[in-house]
């Protein structure tokens, strides 16, 4: 495993720094809205409510990490639509804590197609949550199962931080050469009923290792 700390040359976005001081200042404004439907990467069984929507900033300085979709998320009854990176889909909630979900997608600079389903399952209760996901993805011709398990446990913050917190840790496991075994770990904070924000502090996937401070950084804004 090698540990990187921002290497010398490495490019870094300043705009989430920049857009976290804004919301700051727009705190008392925005809007109560819930998490964004998904963990660290995972996707879990959440949906947006109706007339909502989570709009997810990622570091683009974070390849190892697994492919994040929904970058928009809109809700709509029973369900959400999911707008990423050259890529849409839907997630439709068949109960409380399961949902089934598809997305559609093309590489403009190969011209290859991508697609993807999967069901989702949310567990546990308030002391400790847990998430069971099973992803069918097709690249092109070749098609892959991956199956994911998460884990989220309440962390309680000192006295005088606002909102809450929570460690969360991730795993796939996948029969795709180069991608058996893929972990995320890191820590998430909710200052704000609105405002969601992702510290990743370890990526995994299949050779690649990386431990970083962090891997990667995502603020998620809701309205």
């Known amino acids: 495993m090698r540990i990187q700390t921002r290497p010398h040359g490495h490019r870094t976005s300043h705009r989430p720094r920049g857009l976290i001081i804004l919301l700051l200042f727009a705190l008392p404004s925005l809007p109560q809205a819930a998490e964004p ?3 660290l990467v995972q996707e879990t069984a959440a949906v947006a409510a109706p007339g909502r929507l989570t709009i997810d900033l990622i570091d683009p300085d974070s390849p190892l990490l697994r492919p994040s ?3 928009i998320r809109i809700g709509v009854r029973r369900g959400e639509w999911q707008l990423g990176r050259e890529e849409a889909g839907f997630k439709y909630a068949t109960g409380p804590r399961h949902a089934v979900y598809g997305r559609l997608g093309l590489d403009t600079g190969s011209g290859r197609s991508r697609a993807a389903m999967g069901l989702s399952l949310d567990l546990g209760d308030s002391a400790l949550a847990l998430n069971g996901n099973i992803e069918l993805r097709k690249e092109d011709t070749s098609a892959h ?5 998460a884990a989220r446990l309440p962390l309680r913050l000192p006295s ?3 909102g809450r917190a929570a460690a969360i840790a991730e795993t796939s496991l996948s029969d795709k050469a180069g991608e058996e075994l893929a972990v995320a770990a890191g820590l998430r904070w909710t200052p704000h009923p ?3 924000m992702d510290l990743i502090l370890l990526g995994l996937r299949g050779a690649d290792q990386s431990l970083g401070t962090p891997v990667a950084l995502r603020l998620t804004l809701g309205l």
């Open 37 to 39: 439907g998904r963990w």
């Open 69 to 71: 979709p929904g970058l």
């Open 145 to 149: 199962l991956y199956l994911n398990g």
């Open 160 to 162: 005088g931080h606002p």
């Open 194 to 196: 609105a405002v969601t």
